[in-house]
């Protein structure tokens, strides 16, 4: 099995900068796929960004240009840079693994950008 825990939420300023961590732990070399979701208060959950163990990207056009996905494995890590940051950017943020067609969540990590 796979867990994997959120870190480096918090409060920023508009125009600032966040950085979150998703360490992965236990069957750790059967991932995939890692990436981040969020949620904002009354909206679903959404699409933000994923990197695959090629190193390839995707990211959702509202962060395009502000955020960067990168990815560690030597530390089976994943990180999601946060620059310029906007209020629209509020929300809970989840990191997510695909392993062997299974998908883990985080419980979760807040940010808040305030105008």
């Known amino acids: 099995q796979v867990q994997v825990v959120e870190s480096g939420g918090g409060l920023a300023q508009a125009g600032g900068s966040l950085r979150l961590s998703c360490a992965a732990s236990g069957s750790t070399f059967s991932i995939t796929t890692m990436g981040w979701y969020r949620q904002a208060p009354g909206k679903q959950r959404e699409f933000v960004a994923r990197?695959?163990?090629?190193?390839?990207?995707n990211y959702a056009d509202s962060v395009k240009g502000r955020f960067t996905i990168s990815r560690d494995n030597a530390k089976n890590t994943v990180y999601l840079q946060m620059n310029n940051l906007i209020p629209e950017d509020t929300a809970v943020y989840y990191c997510n693994a695909l392993y062997n067609d299974v998908e883990v969540w985080g419980q979760g990590t807040q940010v808040i950008v305030s105008s």
């Open positions: 990197i695959r163990y090629s190193m390839s990207r």
